[in-house]
């Protein structure tokens, strides 16, 4: 039987093995994305013919550990109704959530009555723009945005007859219905069709005992999948300079090919490059003091809209996606990050691993 070590070794070999994509980027090279953690891919993502391996999170490391960092309460930010709940203690930050859509029904969370699904057109009227989200999912998936305009009721910008929302509306199970947020103008003159957010990473420093901005990135949507902005579905991204707030060039995902950075949007033609997002410093504070009050959270992207007035937040995940801060630039260049990754590293897959590890509810 092989060593523990040596067994540990194989299976990530193999992991990365399996989930690379076919590049062509020769034999020499692959094996030595595999041997230093990363897919093949990654070598063309971070241009790893020329950048250093070593400064970047491994692709073993963000797909098969930083998912579990949170250890049981990553439960929390899965679940859009625990979340919710979770960040209703920051109602200033947060916009209002209605209820849930269930078995036929929106029940009204903290109160005992619900509202049947043929009273969801007069609800709308009231409140002229509603989001549907699922409970659970990602990457925009099951998203729907509701808006009665001029009479009209739109569903994802497509006009459609009231018979029909209730016919659809019937098979949604499992839906949080809360208030739309209007964007502030500068995102909207970006790309006007979606609702376009900024993902800021905060992680927590066990030596000063207080959470810390990472990275962070905007992600603007396209015509091609509007009214949502997912960087995994064909939208862009653009990284944000931390201590200032003003955009790089945005690039949309790449994935057997390098990353295609502009200046511009690319169906609107807007400038991106060099737009500093209004705000910035209070977003920061804020989310800040979100992430030093849920500190036991180690690990949080948090998705966010900036508005007129500041943020609001939309949700917080659980083990972000760490290819859309690194195609910008690699995490490890800061000091304060290597040392986080590398401490709970150690934690999940060093000798006393298994006796650290929580078990989650649920399959990451």
Not at 243 to 268: I, V, Y
Not at 322 to 348: A, C, S
């Amino acid at each position: 039987m092989l060593p523990r070590a040596l067994r540990r070794r194989y299976q990530t070999l193999r992991f990365l093995r399996q989930r690379s994509e076919p590049v062509s980027i020769g034999l020499r090279n692959q094996w030595k994305m595999w041997r230093n953690g990363f897919f093949s891919q990654s070598y063309l993502v971070y241009r790893l013919d020329k950048n250093d391996p070593a400064d970047y999170v491994t692709d073993d490391v963000q797909f098969r550990l930083a998912m579990l960092i949170n250890g049981y309460y990553a439960v929390a930010l899965y679940d859009k109704l625990y979340q919710t709940l979770l960040l209703g203690c920051f109602p200033e930050c947060v916009p209002p959530t209605h209820g849930l859509l269930r078995d036929g029904r929106l029940s009204f969370l903290g109160r005992s009555d619900s509202l049947p699904v043929a009273g969801l057109p007069d609800f709308l009227c009231c409140r002229r723009r509603l989001v549907l989200r699922p409970l659970t999912g990602n990457q925009g998936e099951g998203f729907y945005f509701l808006e009665q305009r001029d009479g009209a009721i739109l569903l994802n910008s497509r006009e459609i007859t009231e018979p029909e929302l209730l016919r659809r509306a019937a098979s949604w199970q499992d839906y949080l219905v809360t208030d739309f947020i209007d964007q502030h103008p500068y995102s909207a003159r970006i790309f006007p069709g979606s609702t376009n957010t900024v993902r800021i990473l905060t992680l927590w420093d066990d030596e000063t005992q207080e959470p810390f901005v990472a990275a962070a990135v905007h992600r603007f949507g396209t015509e091609a999948i509007a009214p949502i902005d997912s960087w995994s579905r064909g939208g862009v991204a653009a990284g944000i300079h931390i201590e200032t707030g003003r955009l790089r060039q945005a690039t949309p995902k790449p994935l057997r090919e390098k990353p295609s950075f502009r200046s511009c949007h690319p169906d609107t033609g807007e400038r991106i490059e060099g737009v500093i997002i209004p705000h910035w410093e209070t977003i920061k504070r804020e989310v800040l003091r979100m992430a030093a009050a849920l500190h036991f959270i180690p690990y949080i992207g948090w998705d966010i809209v900036v508005t007129e007035k500041g943020l609001q937040v939309i949700e917080a995940n659980n083990g972000p996606g760490l290819i859309l801060f690194q195609v910008h630039e690699p995490l490890l260049l800061r000091p304060r990050v290597r040392r986080f990754f590398e401490k709970h590293v150690e934690r999940l897959s060093g000798p006393r691993a298994e006796k650290r590890q929580y078990k989650l509810p649920f399959k990451v």
